[in-house]
């Protein structure tokens, strides 16, 4: 069973950067589309960045310019570097395969407030 444990999230002021990671133990995700996705309260989960297994990568127009998702399939782990946050990004952030689906993790609560 796939587990996926993201990390990295934080309090953050507005215009500042974090880098999440998530780590999948109990299978090789190298050949799988990964990607984050966020939830923030009141709302349904979003997608937000997506990278095939060949590296090719998009974003959701909201977060365009400003977050890279890369992945380092040696580690079997991918990352969201996100830079300008604003408070409209404040979310618990996930990730997970886009289809089939593994179960959720816990997610990482990223905060942009001054």
């Known amino acids: 069973q796939v587990q996926l444990v993201e990390s990295g999230g934080g309090l953050v002021q507005p215009g500042g950067s974090l880098r999440l990671s998530c780590a999948a133990s109990g299978m090789t995700l190298s050949n799988t589309s990964l990607g984050w996705y966020r939830q923030a309260p009141g709302n349904q989960r979003e997608s937000v960045a997506f990278i095939s297994s060949g590296g090719t990568t998009n974003y959701a127009n909201s977060v365009k310019g400003r977050f890279t998702i890369s992945r380092d399939n040696a580690k079997n782990t991918v990352f969201l570097q996100m830079n300008n946050l604003r408070p409209e990004d404040t979310a618990v952030y996930y990730c997970?395969?886009?289809?089939?689906?593994?179960?959720w993790g816990q997610g990482t609560q990223v905060t942009v407030s001054s």
């Open positions: 997970n395969r886009p289809y089939p689906r593994f179960d």
